[in-house]
């Protein structure tokens, strides 16, 4: 399975954006999808999770903020971006866990992951 996020880029605090991450090569439909970002020196973390069913949760730094969702039946899985901080500078990353995934989901269980897509917020 291979992860695209694109959409990434630079946006000014308050402003939004929209990322996109598409799977292939056999993606399984019944997946958690979720997202992820790290700044330098920083660990990676979750940002946001979206089971098959649509049950979704969210990092309590983006809750308000940002929405995740995905297209039903397939392995596409977004994240809008609204009201950014300077703050949410990072590199964002898509993840596939399997479908039995405790939420809210850690990096230790998510099976594939994307390149990452940078987004840089000016203040």
């Known amino acids: 399975v291979q992860l695209q996020a694109s959409g990434g880029g630079l946006a000014q605090a308050g402003g939004s954006l929209r990322l996109s991450c598409e799977a292939s090569?056999?993606?399984?439909?019944?997946?958690?999808m979720s997202w992820y970002r790290q700044s330098p020196g920083k660990e990676r973390e979750l940002v946001a999770d979206?089971?098959?069913?649509?049950?979704?949760d969210y990092a309590d730094p983006v809750k308000g903020r940002f929405t995740i969702s995905r297209e039903k039946g397939k392995n596409e899985v977004y994240l809008q971006m609204n009201s950014l901080k300077s703050e949410d500078t990072a590199v964002y990353y898509c993840?596939?866990?399997?479908?039995?995934?405790?939420?809210?989901?850690?990096?230790?269980?998510?099976?594939?992951w994307g390149e990452g897509t940078l987004v840089t917020v000016s203040s």
């Open positions: 090569g056999s993606p399984n439909i019944y997946s958690l």
């Open positions: 993840a596939e866990g399997g479908s039995g995934t405790d939420l809210p989901s850690t990096v230790y269980v998510m099976h594939y």
């Open positions: 979206i089971t098959s069913g649509g049950v979704t």
